[in-house]
């Protein structure tokens, strides 16, 4: 059965950068979209970035545009965000996310999302 493990979490200052990593272990992951997604305290889960199975497609919420970027290695079975620029209101779990989804909307959709990874903590300090 797969499973997602996230990877890259911690603890950062305003401004900085962190990446976070999605791999899929017990098989692969290679033929559905990927998205990261955010969840910070008392707050609703929301769609961050995701990544077609191919890579050409790239969709990011608005706020994170310029300043994120996701990528795959569809040969190691990985599916990476590299975050620029933290902002603290960005502290939350970040989780990865697989779906069979392939239009923008059903992308960002978490409702369209159905294995996903335990989620990785990221703080950005003031």
């Known amino acids: 059965q797969v499973q997602l493990v996230e990877s890259g979490g911690g603890l950062v200052q305003a401004g900085g950068s962190l990446r976070l990593s999605c791999a899929a272990s017990g098989g692969t992951f290679r033929r559905y979209a990927t998205g990261w997604f955010r969840q910070a305290p008392g707050k609703q889960r929301e769609f961050v970035a995701a990544?077609?199975?191919?890579?050409?497609?790239?969709y990011y919420t608005d706020s994170v545009k310029g300043r994120f970027t996701i990528s795959r290695d569809n040969a190691r079975n990985t599916v990476d965000v590299q975050m620029n620029s933290l902002k603290p209101e960005e502290t939350a779990v970040y989780y990865c996310?697989?779906?069979?989804?392939?239009?923008?909307?059903?992308?960002?959709?978490?409702?369209?999302?159905?294995?996903w990874g335990q989620g990785t903590q990221v703080t950005v300090s003031s």
């Open positions: 996310a697989v779906t069979q989804a392939s239009t923008t909307a059903q992308v960002m959709d978490e409702g369209r999302y159905n294995l």
């Open positions: 990544i077609s199975y191919t890579g050409v497609y790239t």
